[in-house]
């Protein structure tokens, strides 16, 4: 089960738990819920593996790009070298080579903030999550005292 399904599974507990008369309190199988809970830590461990892999990934990707970026750029001054007699060739080359380094960093910078914004988004939706399963526990624990 995923932590959103054992969330679920939690509220519908909770949902079916029978009421005592005139509290607004419900009865809970303790057993069940400490079941759920376990399960909820046991998984949490994954998402932030998710997390991590994709932070590595990102840093990866990006790494992947500036050795790209060096070997066009490399390729671009062994081209210049060999057109050096050459003043046409050789400023077209240099201007080649700024706009494949612009590109090479702007495709990083993309990457990079992609990959940064949907960690930030998994982590979000991780964090409400387990905010909401905290407040419903003490909640939950509130009525049982």
């Known amino acids: 089960m995923e932590i959103f399904t054992l969330l679920e599974t939690l509220e519908d507990i909770l949902e079916r738990s029978k009421s005592i008369p005139f509290s607004g309190k419900g009865i809970v199988d303790k057993e069940e819920i400490l079941e759920i809970i376990k399960e909820i830590r046991l998984k949490l461990p994954d998402e932030?593996?998710?997390a991590k892999w994709v932070k590595e990934e990102?840093?990866?990707?990006?790494e992947e790009?500036?050795?790209e970026a060096d070997g066009i750029v490399k390729e671009?001054?062994?081209r210049i070298?060999?057109?050096?007699?050459?003043?046409?060739i050789t400023r077209k080359a240099y201007e080649q080579k700024a706009e494949i380094i612009e590109t090479a960093n702007e495709m990083s910078r993309e990457i990079s903030k992609g990959t940064?914004?949907?960690a930030d988004n998994v982590l979000l939706e991780l964090e409400a999550t387990?905010?909401?399963?905290?407040?419903?526990?003490?909640?939950?624990r509130r009525e049982l005292k």
């Open 48 to 50: 932030l593996k998710q």
């Open 58 to 62: 990102r840093q990866r990707i990006i």
């Open 65 to 67: 790009a500036q050795k």
């Open 76 to 78: 671009a001054e062994n």
């Open 81 to 88: 070298i060999s057109m050096i007699d050459e003043h046409e």
């Open 116 to 118: 940064k914004d949907y």
């Open 130 to 140: 387990l905010e909401e399963a905290l407040k419903t526990i003490q909640n939950n």
